[in-house]
């Protein structure tokens, strides 16, 4: 019957059972016409009412001490009470006591063991009291006086403290237990709150460090194109997350434009890495015969013994004068030749990066002219699929060059990703998509 934390909650129950018990006492003072019953019985529903309002107001002091008053007063007048109605060893005083010692033992184990001690010696004192005839009943609820002997008192007293000592040692028990394992229970809580608060920084963390790795890797991407008149060029990169394991460049070198493409294995910051290692590694090699730098390139990737990965590529280089392109293939597709409204691959042999030192590859040549277009790409698009494991294959891609073909190149990619969205209904990729085509106008000419 302490002031608690949270009063109306935890002691509504015990305030209403304190009403009734004082309203009962007051129908048998009325009944009985016993006035000094009555205005003891009424004293304490005035007392009731008043600490139920502050109770229900939250305006009690706070401490545990403040719950010593009314649970005193309770004991105090149910005992009275009881002597009153020469009801002093019945199961009511006992059966209030009991629930007093567990209301107060859900609050406190001190103060509930300060109500059963309170109990007891209120009972002791009550049974003796009627049995010698210190004190006089109504009689209301029983025929006659009451009398027990001397004997009788310390029974029925020692019954009432054992009883209210089980009670408190199994109440206290009970809610000590619920309180270990709520509290097991809140500390579990916390743990996994504070994990989820560390795992939404790291996730954010990394959030950030891959969009610095988006940063870099795009970086590596040319920044502009080439401007040669009648040439023009398109590109499309779409990776699969925010970085990948894609690669090209398009750059002038005098008479001569290079064309490099790579795609190493997987996707990810970790394929996103080693495209960026080996794009870095390019600039000290020599490029002069693109068979040669592509096996030079291999025999660097080997020997770094980046285990499960390998990588297909693209290398040429196109003569300006001549139109003439040397070319080698690690692996990579074929590239694709629209000329005449047909589509064709582009020999060249060569297998893969990656996986052995030795790489022995083709040093291939394809006399341009006028009016081609020419597409290298990666090999994302061919294998972009449906839910069903339907793949958007070679067929879907040249039937895309062949509708595109009297278009600008410069749209190009846009139909592409149109025509890839259409067959998989805008399902995301599962891997790097890139592609360089450009176009030799009938106007080209060597600026």
Known sequence: MAAPEKPREKFRLLNSMRIALSLFFLALALRESHPNFLYFIVAHLVFSLVWILFVEMDRLPRGRWIGYIPATLDIGAVTVALLLTGHARSPLVAGYFGLAAISSTLQNRTFGLYVACLSVISYAAASAGVTFGWLTSIDVLAEGPQTISPAGILVYTLLVAIGLTIVHTVCFQFVNSNRRILGEANLLL?????????????????????????????????????????????????????????????????DSLEIFVVDVSGHG??????????????????????????????????????????????????????????????????????RNGQVQEVAGKGGMMGIMRQL?????TLQLRKGDRLMVYTDGIPEYQTSDGVLFGEENLYSVLIEGQNEPVSRLPTLLLSRLGEFAQDRSAEDDMTMVVFDISSDFRLA
Request: proline share 5%; no cysteine.
């Open 190 to 254: 916390e743990k996994v709150a504070m994990q989820e608060e560390q795992l939404r920084l790291r996730n954010a963390q990394m959030e950030q460090d891959l969009d610095l790795a988006r940063s870099i890797h795009f970086r590596l991407l040319p920044e502009s194109l080439p401007e040669i008149p009648g040439l023009t060029f398109a590109t499309l990169y779409v990776p699969q997350d925010k970085v990948g394991g894609d690669l090209y460049d398009i750059r002038r070198n005098g």
């Open 269 to 338: 910051v970790s394929s996103a890495f080693l495209a960026a290692i080996f794009r870095v590694s390019m600039e000290s090699a020599d490029r002069s015969n693109p068979a040669a730098f592509l096996s030079s390139m291999n025999e660097i990737f080997f020997d770094r013994s980046f285990t499960g990965f390998f990588l297909t590529a693209f290398y040429g280089v196109l003569d300006l004068r001549s139109l003439t392109l040397r070319f080698a293939r690690a692996g990579h597709p074929h590239p694709l030749l629209v």
């Open 360 to 364: 022995v590859l083709e040093d291939a």
